[in-house]
């Protein structure tokens, strides 16, 4: 029975630090922008209220980098993000729109997507799920006197 125990305690230990793994995935964001846009710091809070799992980096995290930049064109702004995906192949989402705001505020939102999709890659996917303990029989009743 205590074996059993045991076994119960290391399952669900092993599902915590998956999880946690999953909640360290650690992410840097490279953005630029012209004057009147949002500045990157407000980009940031923008990605960080929309993620679930994952973090954004330290200055002195390993971390894989998305690149977004803010240019203006005829009709008003153009938002690119760039990252490597899951793959190692290069990766671009982009967003038009007359208002600055809004291509950010939705480039943010892409972003976030991007993320929350490499903590599922990464974080769980790449960590085997913890096997189910073997069946072990129950011990056999007490013996009578």
């Known amino acids: ?12 230990t092993m599902g915590a630090a998956r999880i946690a793994r999953a909640q360290d995935v650690s992410v840097r964001l490279d953005y630029s922008g012209p004057e009147g846009c949002p500045s990157a710091a407000a980009f940031q809070r923008e990605v960080e209220t929309r993620l679930d799992r994952g973090r954004i980096a ?48 939705a480039m943010a939102l892409i972003t976030a997507l991007a993320i929350e999709a490499r903590v599922a890659r990464e974080g769980v996917a790449a960590q085997p799920l913890p096997k189910e303990p073997p069946s072990v029989p129950p011990p056999p009743p007490p013996e009578s006197p």
């Open 58 to 105: 330290g200055s002195v995290d390993l971390a894989r980098t998305y690149r977004v930049t803010a240019e203006p064109t005829a009709g008003g702004l153009r938002v690119t993000l760039e990252f490597t995906d899951h793959d190692g192949s290069h990766a671009t989402r982009e967003v038009t729109s007359a208002s600055c705001d809004e291509a950010v505020n």
């Open 1 to 12: 029975m205590r074996g059993l125990a045991l076994l119960a305690v290391l399952g669900i």
